[in-house]
């Protein structure tokens, strides 16, 4: 009996969690679904399956996993497999304006929606604005947009996928906050700073600050938006505006480098693996 990893990207993240868990003595079946040729009935042995597929696959080239990713992990849900985080949460991971839409419906702060490359209308759209893959990741293809003018240059940059066009929020202290909830809890919160373009992005080399008391108002609302979500453990990116704080992105498959785990001086992938252990052991006490 095993847990099974999927992933796509073979990364220090995919890896440390890949070892955390065989090195507390469990079977773990570590599967790129880019690359392997998969059918579900591979995974009768498997307890429990890990997703850490990337919603940004498209744009790193893993088009497969961006166009079949999503049917093969609920084949697997349909066949009874448990995954964690839940399948629910892989159907936000992949649809921000479905994350927006929900979190809203719940009186939860997001961004309003203008509309989307599907339903485009530039006569809703107000500036400052933000377009972004509706699908995405790594702040891949996401401009802040200032005038008609502007938004046309950046429409003729757009690839053929799903973007959404929404409210710009601008942040109080020219910085987004990025807090990790795990189980339940606030693990760790970092300020991240934006760049000239009024991005904020890891990839785009942004600054790291630490943030030893989060506000407790913040706290509750990304902790209430992972209950919502169904999302165990996940990273959420903040904006406090004027109007107060924004929940911009929520990120069921959070992704970590070595470098950012040193800054923060503990590490999230311990505590997930735990969570994961945790969860499989469940999963053994209810199947006797
Ligand atoms: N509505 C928004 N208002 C202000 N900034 C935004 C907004 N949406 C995105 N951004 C900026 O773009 C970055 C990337 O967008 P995000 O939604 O986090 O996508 P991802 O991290 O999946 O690429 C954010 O960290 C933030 O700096
Ligand atoms: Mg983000």
């Known amino acids: 009996m095993a847990i099974g990893i999927i992933y796509e990207s073979a990364e220090w993240s995919n890896l440390y969690l890949r070892d955390y868990l065989v090195n507390k003595g469990f079977e773990v079946l570590f599967i790129n679904f880019e690359e392997a040729a998969l059918n579900a009935a591979q995974f009768s042995n498997v307890d429990l399956i890990v997703n850490r597929i990337f919603p940004s696959s498209y744009f790193r080239g893993h088009t497969k996993t961006y166009f079949k990713g999503i049917d093969f992990l609920n084949e697997l849900n349909r066949r009874g497999i448990p995954m964690i985080n839940s399948n629910e949460a892989l159907m936000y991971d992949f ?8 979190l809203r419906k ?4 997001t961004p309003k929606i203008y509309c989307c490359s599907s339903e485009f209308s530039i006569d809703n759209i107000k500036y400052p604005c933000v377009v972004k893959p509706n699908r995405g990741g790594r702040s891949s293809y996401t401009h802040k947009v200032n005038n008609a003018q502007e938004l046309s240059e950046v429409l003729k ?17 020219n910085y987004t906050l990025r807090i990790e909830v795990i189980d339940g809890e606030v693990f760790s919160a970092v300020k991240r700073s934006m760049d000239e ?10 600054q790291y600050k630490h943030v030893h008391n989060l506000d407790k108002h913040i706290t509750d609302m990304v902790i209430d938006t992972l209950n919502i979500l169904n999302i165990k453990m996940g990273g959420i990116d903040v904006i406090v505006g004027k109007k107060g704080p924004f929940i911009i992105d929520v990120n069921a498959t959070s992704n970590f480098s070595k470098k950012f785990v040193d800054f923060l001086g503990r590490n999230p992938l311990d505590r997930m693996g735990d969570v994961i252990i945790n969860e499989y052991y469940k999963l053994c006490q209810v199947a006797g």
């Open 95 to 102: 649809d921000k304006q479905l994350v927006c839409n929900t």
């Open 106 to 109: 719940n009186n939860i702060n």
């Open 157 to 173: 940059l757009l690839p053929k996928v799903e973007f959404i066009f929404q409210e710009y929020i601008e942040s109080l202290d």
């Open 197 to 206: 373009t009024g991005i904020s992005s890891y990839h785009r080399g942004a």
